[in-house]
């Protein structure tokens, strides 16, 4: 009984009994070629004040894209992306920046203003006045809306729950429904408490995918108990305690949005590496390279977040590149990508698995660097560790490829506290690898964790342990050297796709 304790502690924190193998000296001389000047030299110049903090759409990020591209033309990657005008390094990234016009709702008689008396969240798109019938969804579970028809309608929900908001728009939206509309306070007091803290928001311009038309989906305004008392003409005690939604009869609420939109030009930056036998299976290799900016006159330089990882994907292509050169390439093709837009909602990363320049069920996996320069709070007595998240989410032949690589090559600490579902940080969510894993592809995301300089003008070069930072790319290039190489493709054994395929 203690053993399989022990046993099943060991598979939880993500340790497995995979044994290191012997080294390959072909594989060790490429490695090596990774080094702490190479890094030091890519990352004074990305994350230096002249870059401006690589705000996505504005100059620095542009000369970053020009510098990035410029390396892998240097080391002779291919431009993969087919344009009016040639192939090209860029893939143009169409986006823009919102901001909240005129809107607001008609409840009762009685209009409510944005920021004032409601707040909306969703799409930027405008609409004239739109009168709407409204369905009660109780607490907005899928049960819950499974039990009404929301086709044409829009839907009225009681939660206070962020994602499960989210999950009912997305619902409401794929079901034909017009938009949500969401209570998520227990009193009309404590709303307008939680709505006198969102206005100050309101007037920020946010940055999203220029999908035009597309764009047009069903959105949530968040409301107060008395809009939804109002709606279906009971106490909002009477609605929080109904049992039988069915029951309650349908309102109405008018509304209309308008928001003040200007394009953005961005772009993710690619170089391609062919492979040879299998070279029409790929491997995707990321990071983001924008960052905040400039904010209130200081300049936010992003040397850790994400210029470590940019600069790794830089040193780590090299690396294949000096291979294949001399006739070691990989057998497998690899796509190297700088991705923008991270730090705006994931999405560059997002627009390029809607748009890829390879078909998605030929990406074997994609290995996401996001932070890899510094110590986290966790580790700050430790210069041999990175966390891993994910590697074993979608694929367990890809959790054990990279503790292989580990054992066998560098001996590392590997920290999977972040990989737990339950993680609080919800840090498998929020880097580029999640628009992979979305679509069932394995992922694994290398991350030092946060320290005191995350998202501050201080994060700078300075800071940044190079020694660390050259240990934690070798990783991923040897993690890449064996995904690469291997004679079968990694089989996806977990997550929707591998429950299709069981179901067959």
């Known amino acids: ?90 893939q143009d990234v169409p986006l823009k ?18 920021g004032k008396d409601i707040y909306y969240s969703g799409s930027s798109y405008n609409s004239d006045e739109t009168k709407t019938e409204v369905v009660f969804g109780g607490n907005g579970s899928k049960e819950a809306l499974a039990s009404i028809d929301v086709k044409g309608k829009s839907v009225l929900i009681l939660n206070s729950d962020r994602r499960e908001t989210r999950a009912a728009q997305t619902y409401v939206q794929d079901n034909g429904g017009t938009m949500l509309f969401a209570v998520n306070a227990e009193s009309q007091e404590k709303f307008e408490e939680g709505i006198a803290r969102y206005a100050r928001f309101l007037n920020r311009g946010r940055i999203g995918l220029d999908t035009g038309d597309a764009a047009k989906s069903a959105g949530t305004f968040y409301v107060s108990p ?6 279906f003409g009971k106490s909002f005690e009477k609605l929080q305690k109904a049992k039988s939604i069915s029951k309650i009869k349908s309102g109405e609420l008018t509304y209309k949005l308008d928001f003040k939109s200007k394009k953005v030009d961005s772009e993710n930056v690619l170089g391609f590496l062919e492979g040879s036998d299998l070279k029409d299976e790929v491997l995707v290799i990321t990071a983001h390279y924008d960052h905040e900016g400039v904010k209130d006159g200081k300049i936010y330089n992003g040397a850790d977040d994400d210029g470590s990882g940019t600069t790794a994907v830089l040193d780590i292509a090299e690396a294949f590149a000096l291979a294949k050169e001399a006739g070691n390439g990989p057998r497998r093709s690899i796509l190297f990508m700088t991705v923008t837009a991270e730090e705006k909602g994931l999405l560059g990363s997002k627009y390029y698995s809607e748009n890829p320049i390879f078909a998605l069920e030929n990406t074997v996996a994609n290995l996401n660097i996001d932070m890899v320069g510094r110590r986290g709070y966790d580790h700050l007595d430790n210069d041999n560790y990175v966390y891993v998240i994910g590697a074993d989410r979608l694929s367990t032949e890809l959790h ?24 609080k940080n919800r840090f498998y969510f929020r880097s580029d690898h999640y628009n992979f894993a979305k679509h069932n592809i ?11 300089d995350y998202h501050k003008h201080t994060d700078t070069v300075d800071k940044i342990e190079f020694e660390l930072m050259a240990k934690r790319a ?11 190489n291997r004679d079968g493709r990694l089989i996806v054994d977990k997550g929707p796709k591998a429950d299709e395929a069981s179901s067959k």
Not at 442 to 452: K, L, Q, R, S
């Open 1 to 90: 009984m203690k053993k399989s304790i022990a046993l099943s502690a060991l598979l939880l924190t993500g340790l497995s009994f995979v044994q290191a193998q012997e080294q390959d000296p072909v594989q060790v001389k490429y490695a090596e070629t990774i080094t702490v000047d190479d890094l030091k030299g890519h990352l004074t110049i990305l994350a230096s004040d002249a870059l401006e903090g690589r705000e996505t759409g504005e100059r620095g990020q542009k000369m970053a894209a020009a510098y990035i591209k410029a390396h892998f033309q240097e080391i002779g990657l291919q431009a993969p992306v087919k344009t009016a005008g040639g192939m090209s390094h860029y």
């Open 97 to 114: 920046t919102s901001s909240a016009g005129d809107i607001y709702l008609i409840s009762d008689g009685n209009k409510l203003e944005n």
């Open 226 to 231: 008395n809009v939804a008392a109002a709606t």
């Open 400 to 423: 054990e490829v990279g503790e292989m690589a580990n054992k066998t090559y560098m001996n590392m600490e590997l920290d999977y506290t972040y990989n737990d579902p339950n993680d």
């Open 442 to 452: 394995p992922i694994i995301f290398y991350f030092n964790g946060v320290h005191d």
């Open 474 to 484: 070798k990783l991923v290039f040897h993690t890449a050297w064996e995904i690469a």
